[in-house]
């Protein structure tokens, strides 16, 4: 793309020109930088300098990250941490160019993650993905009478992290699932949910990923307030229990889009 700049010699001596390179702690293949260049009639010079495109950030995962969001709008965020994020964000940093996207989808297990990867993920280019999955992999053997192994769901897992990093080269975030402990049985899916956060944690460490273990972040909160002010029945989240994600997410992430 080329803009010619015309006008009289004092006026060219007046203008300078700037090379701003917006710089968000991603490469220029994650950024995705469009070459400009502008020529100076005037002295027949051309300065070409990189324009960052709107940077898109993707949330997946379950009903946690979907949030009653509307899926035939691909613009909804739905009413959860990820419209938190995306406010407070957008917020403070006005200046920036970020697009927010959520495809988060109520009742997924990694597996069904997988299998959506290439078009809710790959075909999307993000150049952040923030993931959110593992819940339903340990409940949800009572609706499919089925549980998730370890072993199976840290090998569609890998799947999962493998294409985002080799074909998107995108940055990763990766959120452990969590229970906040209310009743014996959960208190008994609590100690299962240890594997799979253990997994999440060992891919974390081998894909080089950002962490936000909200494991530990939720059982910290209900020490200084009741179970039911952060969620509803254990595994969804209250207003408040999706702020203290939002928060952690933004506490997180935020240093590489400033």
């Known amino acids: 793309m080329s803009y010619d700049f015309i006008g009289s010699s004092k006026f060219m001596n007046f203008v300078k020109f700037s090379i701003l390179r917006v710089s968000l702690g991603l490469s220029s293949k994650v950024l995705n930088l469009q070459t400009v260049e502008i020529s100076l009639n005037m002295k027949n010079e051309t300065v070409k300098y990189e324009v960052p495109s709107i940077v898109t950030i993707l949330f997946q995962g379950d009903s946690i990250t979907e949030a009653c969001r509307d899926r035939t709008k691909d613009a909804d965020m739905g009413t959860g941490y990820v419209k938190m994020v995306a406010n407070r964000f957008s917020t403070e940093y006005a200046g920036k160019r970020v697009r927010f996207l959520n495809r988060g989808v109520g009742g997924?297990?990694?597996?069904?993650?997988?299998?959506?990867?290439?078009?809710?993920?790959?075909?999307?280019?993000?150049?952040?993905?923030?993931?959110?999955?593992?819940?339903?992999?340990?409940?949800?053997?009572?609706?499919?009478?089925?549980?998730?192994?370890?072993?199976?769901?840290?090998?569609?897992?890998?799947?999962?992290?493998?294409?985002?990093?080799?074909?998107?080269?995108?940055?990763?975030?990766?959120?452990?699932?969590?229970?906040?402990?209310?009743t014996k049985l959960q208190l008994i899916n609590k100690i299962v949910l240890k594997q799979k956060i253990g997994a999440v944690k060992k891919l974390s460490k081998e894909f080089q990923t950002l962490l936000i273990p909200l494991d530990r972040i939720f059982d910290e909160a209900t020490r200084k307030r009741a179970a039911t002010y952060w969620s509803t029945d254990g595994i969804h989240p209250t207003q408040m229990g999706h702020s203290l994600i939002a928060q952690s997410w933004l506490k997180s992430v935020s240093a590489i889009l400033r």
């Open 108 to 182: 997924d297990r990694v597996r069904d993650l997988k299998n959506r990867w290439q078009k809710d993920c790959l075909n999307l280019e993000p150049e952040i993905v923030s993931i959110l999955i593992g819940i339903n992999d340990t409940v949800g053997k009572y609706f499919w009478n089925k549980p998730t192994s370890t072993k199976s769901f840290e090998e569609d897992y890998r799947i999962i992290l493998e294409q985002t990093h080799d074909i998107l080269g995108a940055k990763i975030v990766l959120l452990t699932p969590f229970i906040v402990y209310m």
